[in-house]
């Protein structure tokens, strides 16, 4: 059944979260059914993230970790964090929407509470993120979204990943993508 706008909550995270997010951001990276990014269609082993990152992220100063909730479960999470480096920019990381809960327009809520987000809390006027140069899916859902190619690209952090060879594809990169926020758009609650 289709969740109805009533029924989500859009809340900052707490630390309470951390394994539920957990939990959700792992499976819903691992249930990807291309081979954009794995060599292999079988993610069983795989996390993209632990607890302790987690942790690390909703810690983080001028950071912000969204968890949706539909009555006790979160269903979606993103976090939005303030860029030193460019003020009128905020920096949107780690989308991801539980497994049974895909297709449901909530991915795209998620984005618009992170562009109100930065605009209400640090006047951002832009919202940038990376995303795997591979991904092609969600490249273009990304794009319907309003968001563009900035034309920068950051390396893939294979060191980060251990024994990756024959886990991962060896041509990934980063692209980044960005869109101008508007300050007139509808808000999101929370």
Do not use: C
Not at 57 to 85: M, N
Not at 116 to 126: D, I, M, Q, S
Not at 158 to 168: K, Q, S
């Amino acid at each position: 059944t289709m969740a109805t706008p009533s029924t989500l909550t859009f809340r900052v995270a707490t630390p309470a979260d951390a394994a539920e997010l957990t939990a959700l951001i792992n499976t819903s990276f691992r249930n990807d059914p291309t081979t954009d990014v794995f060599l292999s269609a079988d993610r069983t082993g795989i996390d993209v993230v632990d607890e302790k990152a987690i942790l690390a992220l909703l810690a983080r100063p001028e950071t912000a970790v969204l968890a949706v909730t539909d009555g006790p479960t979160i269903v979606a999470h993103g976090f939005v964090r303030k860029q030193p480096e460019s003020p009128s920019a905020a920096w949107f990381g780690l989308l991801a929407v539980a497994v049974d809960r895909q297709r449901e327009g909530i991915g795209a809520r998620v984005v618009r509470w992170a562009e109100a987000y930065a605009r209400r809390e640090w006047g951002a006027a832009r919202l940038e993120f990376d995303v795997v140069n591979t991904r092609a899916a969600l490249i273009r859902w990304y794009e319907r979204q309003g968001y563009a190619r900035t034309g920068e690209t950051r390396a893939f952090p294979y060191d980060h990943h251990g024994a990756w060879e024959g886990v991962l594809r060896g041509d990934l990169a980063f692209v980044v993508f960005g869109r101008e926020l508007g300050a007139e758009e509808g808000e999101e609650g929370g």
